[in-house]
């Protein structure tokens, strides 16, 4: 009996030592980002699926007890899960994982906003007050999402700090040797004029190069308009745009027709890691992207 009540003892001691973080991801590939830096002392799920709209994901039951037992929740922030986030966290009633606790990882702290509205009004469709949240699209951002991570996760397994500081250079060394390559697979890009669905190609764009002329939304969240697409078509041909771009979770009806009117082609992109089957973790995303832009281009 003595022998088995110390084995309990022991047992006991060591088990906070050598659970996991549970971590939720808002997206698929801030989960990957996820287990790359947290490695063996984190369990990762994800929220979204990546042929979903990320402005409006369901709040399905089962995200409920998820959010309830985490000790983390990794988001992309800037308001990007202002639909679905917010009104489940409070749901989950965890105030670990609530925004400002220590569980609650925002992963745009060391990003640099772009298209930060200068006015807010409902007039002109879904505004994001603190900018355009799509910067997970820019690989650039890579390296600032890994410090994000290994910072939040340290914050709450300390003894676990060094082990994803180490993951977290990892991953930034293989990031780097890969923006190389984009960079140079994106090179003949630089000063093409684009037209993406939704207003969420800006940090792509950025990267690439790309000049982005318009959307076929009339404004973010609106549906296209045959008005606004019959505009769009004269503008596309008067200033010689030849690049749509259409994300994966749009239908294709009106890059299709701008198709068919501006001789412009196409390339279908992810948001979100998960779209494609060649895309299922934030390496695969940004290959598939890149690979699409250049191909369409040609």
Not at 43 to 71: C, M, Y
Not at 147 to 166: I, N, Q, T, V
Request: hydrophobic share 45%; with cysteine; aromatic share 6%.
């Amino acid at each position: 009996m003595k022998k088995l009540l110390l084995s309990l003892v022991v047992a006991l001691a060591a088990a906070p030592a050598s659970a996991k973080l549970s971590v939720v991801a808002t997206i698929p590939d801030l989960a990957d980002l996820a287990r790359r830096v947290g490695g063996d002392r984190v369990s990762v799920d994800s929220l979204a699926k990546g042929t979903e709209d990320l402005h409006a994901i369901p709040q399905r039951p089962s995200f409920l007890p998820r959010l309830n037992r985490a000790d983390a929740v990794v988001a992309l922030g800037l308001n990007a899960e202002h639909t679905f986030l917010p009104a489940l966290l409070e749901a989950a009633q965890n105030p670990k994982v609530l925004p400002g606790s220590e569980g609650y990882i925002d992963c745009s702290q060391k990003v640099r906003p772009l298209e930060v509205p200068q006015t807010l009004t409902r007039a002109e469709g879904e505004q994001h007050p603190q900018g355009n949240p799509h910067y997970n699209l820019d690989p650039r951002a890579g390296a600032a999402i890994a410090d994000a991570l290994a910072a939040g996760f340290a914050r709450l397994d300390p003894a676990g700090m060094e082990e994803y500081r180490k993951n977290a250079d990892v991953f930034k060394k293989e990031l780097a040797v890969r923006l190389e390559g984009w960079r140079k697979d994106v090179s003949p890009l630089k000063g093409l004029k684009a037209v993406s669905q939704h207003r969420d190609m800006a940090y792509l764009a950025d990267f690439a190069g790309l000049v982005m002329i318009g959307e076929t939304e009339p404004k973010p969240g609106i549906a296209p308009t045959p008005k606004h697409l019959a505009a769009l078509s004269g503008r596309m041909k008067a200033e010689g745009a030849r690049l749509l771009i259409r994300e994966a979770h749009f239908a294709p009806g009106s890059a299709n027709w701008l198709s068919e009117q501006t001789g412009a082609k196409t390339a279908v992109v992810a948001v979100m890691g998960g779209a494609f089957p060649d895309s299922k973790d934030y390496f695969g995303m940004i290959d598939h992207n890149v690979r699409a832009l250049v191909e369409a281009a040609r």
